[in-house]
């Protein structure tokens, strides 16, 4: 049978299935509309921007892809479980490669540190950089992975929308010391500020603050140590578009280019969607995959809230922005040959910077890149001869009276980006420039519609993680879901596909929707 006799073959056996709008095409949204697809619903994916994957899609200019977001996969067995719930095999629509190292970290100093995925190699690293924390170093990785157990396997993957959620797992939370920071739990362990630094930093790439989100954290390391890290050959828009491949043989709908402007309800029940262009989509269930403050704020801004109020929005803590240069060098393949897939170059500050970036907001002069090149591990995102990167480094969001002022502000940022990369990475790079393209804070609120510009939604500190998050099943209204990274269990690409995992627990199947609902 081919595909489209399955797709035929799905919508003839489920025409008079419940109607599911998703509102968003990110990885949450596209992770949710397959399952829901697999429940037997009539999916429709409604996106405002011309292709799928949200904030991991891409744009092509003069021959170069550049993936927007996320760049890499980590726990590859949440895909292939969401695969096999469709009846489908992931590695057959997917081509993972493993990246050695993980990153390397260099600093001012010329000092440099890799990340692998195999425990010696890992140790050999910390005893030739570290010697005096390699006992810490190991119990470090025994911390990571009590964290990881409690809260990825646990926590991250089953519903916390009821307060007896929570409260069960206060005695988790008190004997893993949720109350200490990432940082400070690492400070416990080993001495060394660089190796500090190396094993804090990953709470940055869901929008935390080391210094002062939990140490729930720390379980990256154990995470990443297991699973490895990833490049999706394609990029991520290849995965994205993979996965609106099993909901169109579904029988699902994607809709670009189309925007959602209202979320409509009758009572306490939502009764589907309006879009910019006036164009109704009636629905049995609506799952939001847009940021949940865009969706309580603007999607619902005509309805009155009880929880999830425009006052306890402006009360929130918001991740920090970024500034993301992507640009292109031509004849460049055979240069830097000591520069992987993934650099992340260090300023000469650490504490201080994230200080600057999170509490006074402030634009500070130095800065920490994150320097990625996919050309060295897939030469289809650039010409031939050519390489492909992009350069990223955490800013505060638009939060304040007085946000940084981008218009004035980009270009003397993306000179001093410039100055780093040719110091300490890529020098002489500038010269073989050829294409350039550059997001800012005000772009993430622009394109993405994100509050504030943040880059990752709500930051996930305590109080803002698990039930104090926005709920997965919305307590505003019957029939409303929410995922993503603004959801339970928050940001980064394998918890935006466990939030799908969280709604299929709270969704009945199509065929019990009206006996559950009526």
């Known amino acids: 049978m081919t595909h489209q006799d399955k797709k035929v073959a799905f919508m003839a056996e489920n025409r008079n299935a419940p109607h599911a709008v998703v509102i968003g095409a990110g990885i949450g949204g596209l992770s949710a509309a397959m399952r829901l697809g697999a429940k037997g619903y009539q999916v429709s994916v409604v996106d405002r921007l011309d292709r799928l994957g ?34 489908r095999d992931f590695d057959a629509d997917v081509d993972l490669r493993s990246v050695d190292p993980f990153y390397e970290i260099r600093w ?20 030739r950089m570290f010697p005096a924390d390699l006992e810490g170093y190991k119990k470090f990785l025994k911390d990571s992975e009590a964290r990881y157990e409690f809260g990825f396997e646990g926590m991250g993957r089953r519903p916390m929308n009821k307060l007896w959620d929570l409260i069960k797992e206060l005695p988790g939370f008190v004997k893993l ?38 140490s729930m954290y720390i379980l990256v390391a ?27 043989e579904q029988g699902g709908t994607v809709r670009l280019n189309e925007e959602v402007d209202e979320i409509m309800t009758r009572g306490h029940q939502v009764r589907g969607v309006k879009t910019k262009a006036g164009h109704v989509l009636p629905a049995d269930i609506v799952v939001s ?6 969706t309580y704020d603007h999607l619902l801004r005509k309805q009155k809230k009880n929880r999830w109020t425009e006052k306890r929005l402006k009360k929130s803590r918001w991740s920090m922005g970024l500034f993301v240069w992507y ?12 520069v992987g897939h993934h650099t992340i170059l260090n300023g000469p500050r650490y504490k201080g910077l994230l200080k600057d970036i999170f509490q006074k907001r402030h634009l500070a002069e130095d800065m920490s890149v994150y320097l990625h090149r996919p050309s060295v591990t897939d ?8 390489d492909t990167f992009y350069a990223l ?8 009276d007085n946000p940084v002022d981008w218009t004035k502000e980009c270009e003397v940022y993306r000179q001093k980006v410039e100055k780093v990369l040719q110091d300490h990475a890529i020098p002489g790079f500038a010269e073989h420039l050829s294409v350039s393209e550059i997001f800012t804070p005000d772009t993430f609120r622009s394109r993405y519609l994100s509050p504030h510009g943040a880059g990752f939604s709500l930051e996930p500190r305590i109080f803002q993680s698990a039930w104090f998050r926005p709920h997965n099943i919305s307590e505003e209204f019957d029939g409303l879901f929410l995922v993503g990274a603004g959801t339970h269990p928050g940001a980064g690409v394998p918890s935006v596909v466990t939030s799908s995992e969280v709604l299929n627990h709270l969704v009945p199947e199509a065929a019990d929707w009206k006996r559950s609902y009526d």
């Open 327 to 338: 640009f292109g060098t031509k004849g460049t393949a055979d240069k830097w040959s000591d």
């Open 393 to 400: 480094s955490p800013v505060p969001n638009l939060v304040g």
């Open 177 to 214: 010391r949720a109350d200490r920071s990432v940082y400070a739990h690492t400070a416990k362990r080993v001495k060394d500020e660089k190796l500090r630094m190396a094993l804090s930093f990953h709470p940055l790439f869901i929008g935390g603050d080391p210094v002062h989100v939990t």
């Open 54 to 87: 949200g904030r991991a899609s891409s744009i092509s200019k003069e021959g170069h892809r550049f993936d927007l977001g996320p760049t890499i996969i980590t726990v590859p067995k949440v895909f292939r479980e969401l695969w096999a719930d469709c009846g």
């Open 108 to 127: 001012t100093d010329g000092t440099k540190f890799q990340l692998h995925p195999k425990e010696e190699d890992m140790l050999a690293e910390i005893t």
């Open 379 to 386: 030469p289809s995102v650039a010409p031939e001869g050519d």
């Open 289 to 294: 995959n847009s940021d949940p403050g865009f």
């Open 222 to 248: 154990h995470l990443e140590k297991v699973f490895g890290v990833h490049y999706a050959m394609g990029g991520v828009q290849a995965l994205a578009d993979a996965m609106g491949s099993v909901i169109e």
